[in-house]
């Protein structure tokens, strides 16, 4: 018997015989695992407060022979639950995990789970305004699977000017000049800034309620690419 013992985020949970449950788990160091959390549904389980969905907790898990390590610890660290009181946020924090559980799907990279902590915390500040958290998610995510946006040249290898416009083409994630283009200046300082920086920085960019619906509409093209 091996004994891990680490940071986790609950991806999902899956009711499994009378009283337990089969737990998706993020972490740090072991990418995505599942473990069985035995007698977790019962009234008086040790268990069943630490292994909450958007929360970050501390787990125990002993792993055998099995496919499934069996969870003998959790204790939550942080709960975020103001993401519990608004529908909006509530819903694309279960898009971000699904995102999160898909690319470590495809990925074993110890940032998905910093990336996914790191949203869950900015869903949980009422003061973020959800586009700019999201604008800012996709931009992240696109980074670290590897189809982040150009922002320093345009589609044919010129350095970005200051007052031209330009429009997006997500085959090459690249803008594209155009006289009259969707994308200013502005636009673009605003999408380096959210490529670089905490969402909450963005929010001291003038205008940005203006500005934010381009961005993200560009943001969710990059990484869907």
Request: charged content about 25%; proline content about 2%.
């Amino acid at each position: 018997m091996k004994i891990i013992r680490t940071k986790a985020i609950v991806l999902r949970r899956t009711n499994y015989g009378e009283a337990d449950r089969v737990i998706q788990l993020l972490t740090p160091e072991h990418g995505k695992i599942s473990v069985m959390a035995k007698s977790v549904r019962r009234e008086k389980s040790k268990l069943a407060g630490g292994i909450e969905l958007f929360a970050r907790c501390d787990v125990t898990i002993s792993t055998g022979k099995g496919e499934l390590g069996i969870l003998t610890g959790a204790r939550l660290e942080k709960f975020y639950r103001n993401i519990l009181s608004d529908y909006d946020r509530l819903q694309f924090g279960y898009e971000v995990i699904k995102q999160m559980s898909k690319a470590a799907d495809a990925l074993d990279e110890p940032a998905f789970f910093e990336l996914l902590d790191q949203a869950l915390a900015a869903l949980d500040d009422t003061d973020l305004l959800l586009p700019v958290l999201k604008t800012w998610f996709w931009l992240q995510l696109a980074i670290l699977l590897g189809v982040g946006v150009n922002l320093a040249t345009d589609d044919s290898g010129m350095k970005l000017v200051e007052d031209a416009r330009y429009n997006f083409d997500a085959n090459s994630s690249a803008l594209v000049f155009h006289e009259q283009g969707q994308f200013t200046s502005d636009h673009i300082k605003l999408l380096r800034i959210l490529s670089a920086q905490p969402p909450k920085v963005a929010m001291h960019v003038a205008n940005i309620e203006k500005l934010i619906d381009d961005c993200l509409w560009l943001a969710e093209r990059g990484v869907a690419h």
